[in-house]
Nanobody, 120 residues
């Protein structure tokens, strides 16, 4: 299973970016997809998650600015980031909790990370 993330880049404060991530490979079912981020010198932290039922969870710091969505047919997850702040600068990682076949336990997979830099 591979997760391929894209969409990072340099944006000015107040601007917007949209991150995309698609899972590929042998996948039976995806239970959860989400985004985490890690800024220099800090631990990786949750940004947003979305379940197969569409239930979402956001970090307090991004509520009302970021929106997570998913396309189950494409095994994809998206993160629309608006009103970006310099504190949002980090490497963003997509993740997925999934089963490769019906016998498996859920396992977590991570993408390679995409850099988001918010600066004027």
């Amino acid at each position: 299973v591979q997760l391929q993330a894209s969409g990072g880049g340099l944006v000015q404060p107040g601007g917007s970016l949209r991150l995309s991530c698609a899972a590929s490979g042998s996948i039976f079912i995806i239970n959860l997809m989400g985004w985490y981020r890690q800024a220099p010198g800090r631990q990786r932290e949750l940004v947003a998650e979305i379940t197969s039922a569409g239930t979402t969870e956001y970090a307090d710091s991004v509520k009302d600015r970021f929106t997570i969505s998913r396309d189950s047919a494409k095994n994809a997850v998206y993160l629309q980031m608006d009103s970006l702040k310099p504190d949002d600068t980090a490497v963003y990682y997509c993740m997925s909790a999934l089963k490769k076949n019906w016998r498996d336990l859920l396992q977590t997979y991570w993408g390679q990370g995409t850099l988001v830099t918010v600066s004027s």
